[in-house]
């Protein structure tokens, strides 16, 4: 039950010696995304042990090369490795002729289907889901068509303490009507309240994906509450100007962002090659946001499974009755 | 007055950890090429001192992935990086559409021409040269359209020792006579034998590159005598089916050539995935050509620049009257 983010690069634009680019690894029980595609990043998923063939799918930002460049070697060693399973890349539409043109002449030696999704939302929408998974996109204020991606675990079912079995001798209708998080009437009278009697078996857990990116109003309440957002901070913030010039974030504009959306972690990176000192970056955020780690390629945020084995007094989350 | 040439990386199609693909740099007198650009070249630049600013020009031998896909990362970073002069690229006639395609999505953030010179000859043909350096291309034998390059130093002009000057006493028109590789014939009869009056200031060095191929008779003739030969070996001797298949080399292949071309060191390289150990290579090749050099990533071979301040006797290089 594993929620796990791996940073395979942690440069901009410019190539730099010890950090390649963009790209993360997000893998949730078992299955795994990869988040843009810098130059040189199958190289980083086999320094970093992520199995190249566990890929399920891309999620891309944006066309800059920073963020896709990588990908054509990545399509082409997965084909050669035997893969069959179609792929799909969720990626902006001007993302399409260019998969067209790398399928037209790379795409015979390749035994698995490349589609594209293409992104055109102007505020969140889920793009993709699986029973334990929700995937959301949301436009970013970059130069170019750019999008951010929200990883949300969905909410578990919840499950019923035996002892509330035994206690009030539950049948299995009853159980239900608990699961599906309804206190239960009985016909004298008696009433089962949920929250006595059921329990949310673990916590959800999200991570959130904003690279590159202006900061713009609405983007702390479309990341708001994620575990771990990872924020762009391509600037120091005595470089706001610059920043503002590109379209790019400072310390300052990622760490106002998590404070208002009330983040858990706030990860950094996409570092100017002006200034390669993460620690620097790192320091700036904390003035704001004291829960601010600066990224460098390898590193590893582990979201443990917390099991909560307890009544549901004082969880206000709701369930929200999918089946997962 | 430096030939050096660096590799940059020495895996095949296949990424692997501890080797990039296939990237060369060679420098003469201070001016670099950059043949093949495999992905993450520029990082391996970057990590290897090649300075990004001084390749005048790139040389690709065809355009299978691990030879191309890290040149539209180096082009933009190279655009960052300031450069206005021009560059050519010398490529099969099918590079022309993907540099096209790149361009048109990459190209307006450079501000510097980005020139295709189309490949099409059947055998050797001069394609460059520099005051001291001639570049010829010739076809190989792979799957697709593929070339091989062969970096020849110029044979420099002869110089006149001083000592002939006082000796005969000549005139700089004698002198002219001379550094052409002329006898000198006085009205008088005598005649002053250039082989005693001048010497060849330095050794012409040479170079050739030659990946992918399957072995053909030809090859060894445009590669006669360089210095060092590069020469692909994917597959170490027991697997020459598949390289029969593939249109590749084995190691048994590129040493035959070695030693039929009569070049002074063999440098092998472009591994297959399926065996990493390079010494297994190197000592299947000495067995046919002792003078063998695995090469790994970051390998430098320089070939000294040696000084013949000696008379001509004996040296049956003859001066093709090119000034350099």
């Known amino acids: 039950?594993?929620?796990?983010?791996?940073?395979?690069?942690?440069?901009?634009?410019?190539?730099?010696?010890?950090?390649?680019?963009?790209?993360?690894?997000?893998?949730?029980?078992?299955?795994?995304?990869?988040?843009?595609?810098?130059?040189?990043?199958?190289?980083?998923?086999?320094?970093?042990?992520?199995?190249?063939?566990?890929?399920?799918?891309?999620?891309?930002?944006?066309?800059?090369?920073?963020?896709?460049?990588?990908?054509?070697?990545?399509?082409?060693?997965?084909?050669?490795?035997?893969?069959?399973?179609?792929?799909?890349?969720?990626?902006?539409?001007n993302f399409g002729p260019i998969l067209k043109f790398f399928m037209s002449y790379y795409g015979a030696g390749l035994n698995f289907e490349v589609n594209h999704v293409p992104l055109t939302m102007k505020e969140p929408e889920l793009i993709f889901e699986t029973r334990t998974l929700s995937v959301y996109a949301f436009p970013l204020n970059h130069k170019?068509?750019?999008?951010?991606?929200?990883?949300?675990?969905?909410?578990?079912?919840?499950?019923?303490?035996?002892?509330?079995?035994?206690?009030?001798?539950?049948?299995?209708?009853?159980?239900?009507?608990?699961?599906?998080?309804?206190?239960?009437?009985?016909?004298?009278?008696?009433?089962?309240?949920?929250?006595?009697?059921?329990?949310?078996?673990?916590?959800?857990?999200?991570?959130?994906?904003?690279?590159?990116?202006?900061?713009?109003?609405?983007?702390?309440q479309w990341v708001s509450g994620v575990d771990l957002l990872y924020h762009e901070t391509t600037y120091l913030a005595g470089m706001e100007d610059h920043a503002r010039d590109r379209n790019h974030s400072t310390t300052l504009d990622a760490a106002r962002c998590a404070l208002e959306a009330g983040v858990g972690k706030l990860i950094i990176g996409h570092y100017s090659s002006r200034c390669q000192d993460a620690s620097l970056y790192q320091a700036e955020c904390r003035t704001v946001f004291p829960n601010t780690f600066a990224a460098s390629d390898g590193d590893v945020f582990d979201l443990p499974f917390v099991k909560q084995n307890t009544y549901l007094c004082g969880d206000s989350t709701q369930d929200d009755g999918r089946q997962d």
């Open 1 to 93: 039950m594993d929620f796990t983010l791996k940073i395979m690069g942690t440069a901009s634009a410019m190539s730099v010696i010890g950090r390649f680019q963009s790209a993360h690894v997000l893998t949730v029980h078992g299955r795994s995304s990869l988040i843009d595609c810098g130059e040189g990043t199958q190289r980083q998923l086999l320094r970093f042990g992520v199995p190249l063939m566990k890929i399920d799918n891309i999620y891309i930002s944006h066309i800059h090369g920073d963020h896709i460049f990588g990908l054509f070697g990545l399509l082409s060693t997965i084909g050669m490795l035997g893969r069959t399973a179609g792929i799909n890349i969720y990626a902006p539409e």
């Open 144 to 220: 170019i068509e750019t999008f951010g991606f929200r990883f949300q675990e969905k909410t578990p079912m919840l499950n019923v303490h035996k002892d509330a079995i035994s206690r009030w001798g539950l049948s299995l209708t009853e159980i239900g009507t608990l699961k599906r998080g309804e206190n239960v009437q009985r016909p004298d009278g008696t009433v089962i309240p949920v929250s006595q009697a059921a329990y949310r078996p673990y916590v959800p857990r999200s991570y959130a994906y904003c690279s590159d990116t202006a900061p713009f109003p609405e983007l702390a």
